[in-house]
């Protein structure tokens, strides 16, 4: 009896790859801010201790969040699409709020791989990479 073939595995586009680049930068970023409130937590003179410990832990989860999902992207999930998306969508706002303010260098930083990461989001080889079908039914 004959079997099913197994399909063909994909290659990884480019675009994916400098996808989950910008979203471990992010990450990273994160895990930055983290370390900043942990020192002044140790600091002589904390401001509020609850705050600061609530900081730290908030960004390390959503550190670790954006992590899984720079994974999901590699592996050609589909599920990563859509926090990324919003997260881009979030840091471009900021962008725009930190320009208008007159800070242009923040802005700038935030804007350039928020932006590029939210075009790349709807490029056609991201889009096919994450909504593959394996077979009959799609199940990534």
Known sequence: MPTPQDPQPLRRP???????LVL?????????????YLRSLLGPDPLSVGGAVFMI??????????????RGLLRGYRWPRTPSM??????VIFSVSF????????????FVPAG?????????PVVAFTVRNTGN????
């Open 14 to 20: 480019a675009s994916v790859v400098i996808l989950a």
């Open 24 to 36: 471990l930068g992010e990450a990273l970023a994160l895990a930055a801010l983290a370390l900043g």
């Open 57 to 70: 832990a908030f960004l390390l989860l959503l550190a670790a969040g954006i992590l899984a999902a720079a």
């Open 86 to 91: 919003v997260l881009q969508v979030f840091l």
């Open 99 to 110: 320009l208008s303010a007159g800070a242009v260098a923040a802005g700038i930083v935030l």
């Open 116 to 124: 590029t990461a939210l075009l790349l989001l709807f490029t056609r």
């Open 137 to 140: 039914t799609r199940t990534l």
